[in-house]
């Protein structure tokens, strides 16, 4: 079905090792993908005309370097690609243990749009820094024009985008009692959903500001995605579960990976999920929504299995749909220089042609 057409060398350095490194974004308008990886403290920003099949031209933010000669860098813990709807283009978050940077990505420039550092983001200074767990952001989304960043405290920021370059805060999400594990939004529903490192979910109202639902896993979720009213949750255990976003049950199971998996992408045009993880495995299945009794056992009529790929000596950080139609995808693994793109490839079917004696 898929097969490997060619490795994308990064501009410098290679991929580090955070669960969902591998941002995409595509304009199907303007038929233009965007990708983001994080290389240390360092964000390379890819693109590329789909219709036209042009090489990956990459830009490099590089985050602030340390002011002083022994204070450590920083390392940047996410990244997201997310185009609110006041914008013609999509916008770069940067997530870090200091700071959230927002930055064009059109116009890449060292300068951030817009900046927060997280101690003054999180509003209690006691949680702020220090503590029991270390800061850091992890989790980035977008509802209509509010950014969502996920931070160790459970709260989320939210950052309005008010137009091409005026982004303004607004009072945090304080449901969550854990650290944040991830965060993801349904554009075409505008369902929001959001999951923390004690295994809950919780199913925000539109547009972002109050709780639907929680949902309790009692799963270590490490990543999640929706997709047609389903919260896809990648577990550290290898499990991939499925959950209904309007009652909250558990819909399918799936023990897809022998190890965490660190992406779970979707391709909304053809219901196609992608789950990736670091035991060198990525899953391509299609999610059944419209069969009559899909739900019934067993469990994984559901999903239904399409396609897997494996390296044993790589550790895929992050792996994405660069469409909606989910006929390409790009995967991330750890300490590799380079991205390695898939496609599916139609087979010939004539017969070869024979000589007439």
């Known amino acids: 079905m898929f097969e490997k057409v060619k490795d994308v060398p990064l501009p410098q350095g290679t991929v580090s090792?955070?669960?969902?490194n591998l941002a995409v974004c595509w304009l199907d308008t303007r038929n233009i993908t965007y990708v983001a990886v994080i290389q240390s403290n360092n964000i390379h920003v890819g693109n590329w005309d789909n219709k036209a099949e042009t090489e990956v031209s990459w830009d490099?933010?590089?985050?602030?370097?340390?002011?002083?000669?022994?204070?450590?860098?920083?390392?940047?813990?996410?990244?997201?690609?997310?185009?609110?709807?006041?914008?013609?283009?999509?916008?770069?978050?940067?997530?870090?243990?200091?700071?959230?940077?927002?930055?064009?990505?059109?116009?890449?420039s060292q300068k951030p749009l817009?900046?927060?550092?997280?101690?003054?983001?999180?509003?209690?200074?006691?949680?702020?820094?220090?503590?029991?767990?270390?800061?850091?952001?992890?989790?980035?989304?977008?509802?209509?024009?509010?950014?969502?960043?996920?931070?160790h405290t459970g709260e989320i920021v939210v950052i309005m985008c008010n137009g091409d370059s005026n982004f303004t805060t607004r009072k945090n999400l304080k449901e969550h009692r854990s650290a944040i594990a991830d965060i993801a939004t349904c554009?075409?529903?505008?369902?929001?959903?959001?999951?923390?490192?004690?295994?809950?979910?919780?199913?925000?109202?539109?547009?972002?500001?109050?709780?639907?639902?929680?949902?309790?896993?009692?799963q270590p979720i490490n990543v999640i995605n929706v997709l047609r009213k389903q919260v896809i949750v990648g577990t550290l255990r290898g499990l991939v579960q499925y959950y209904s976003v309007l009652t909250g049950d558990l819909m399918c199971e799936?023990?897809?990976h022998a190890r965490p998996v660190n992406s779970v992408s979707v391709a909304p045009e053809s219901a196609y999920v992608?789950?990736?993880?670091?035991?060198?495995?990525?899953?391509?299945?299609?999610?059944?929504?419209?069969?009559?009794?899909?739900?019934?056992?067993?469990?994984?009529?559901?999903?239904?299995y399409r396609f897997s790929d494996?390296?044993?000596?790589?550790?895929?950080?992050?792996?994405q749909f660069t469409n909606g139609r989910g006929s390409a995808i790009a995967t991330a693994a750890?300490?590799?220089?380079?991205?390695?793109?898939?496609?599916?490839?139609?087979?010939?079917?004539?017969?070869?042609?024979?000589?007439?004696?």
């Not at 090792?17 to 969902?20: D, F, K, N, V």
């Not at 200074?125 to 509010?146: F, M």
């Not at 300490?335 to 087979?347: F, G, P, S």
């Open 17 to 20: 090792p955070w669960p969902s």
């Open 60 to 108: 490099t933010i590089v985050t602030s370097e340390p002011s002083t000669p022994n204070e450590k860098v920083i390392d940047v813990t996410t990244v997201g690609l997310v185009h609110p709807n006041a914008r013609n283009f999509p916008v770069v978050i940067v997530g870090s243990a200091r700071f959230i940077n927002v930055y064009d990505v059109k116009k890449i």
């Open 114 to 151: 817009f900046s927060i550092t997280l101690a003054s983001a999180l509003n209690d200074p006691k949680t702020a820094v220090g503590g029991d767990v270390a800061p850091y952001c992890r989790g980035i989304s977008c509802n209509d024009n509010a950014i969502l960043v996920g931070t």
């Open 187 to 218: 554009r075409y529903d505008e369902v929001t959903v959001s999951a923390d490192s004690n295994g809950e979910l919780i199913i925000w109202q539109k547009p972002v500001k109050g709780v639907n639902s929680r949902v309790l896993t009692k």
């Open 254 to 256: 799936v023990n897809a």
């Open 274 to 304: 992608l789950t990736a993880s670091e035991d060198g495995t990525f899953v391509v299945s299609k999610l059944h929504t419209r069969k009559p009794h899909a739900y019934q056992v067993p469990r994984f009529q559901k999903v239904e």
């Open 310 to 319: 494996a390296d044993e000596y790589s550790m895929i950080m992050g792996a």
């Open 334 to 357: 750890f300490d590799n220089n380079c991205l390695t793109m898939y496609k599916i490839v139609k087979k010939s079917n004539a017969a070869p042609s024979t000589s007439a004696s």
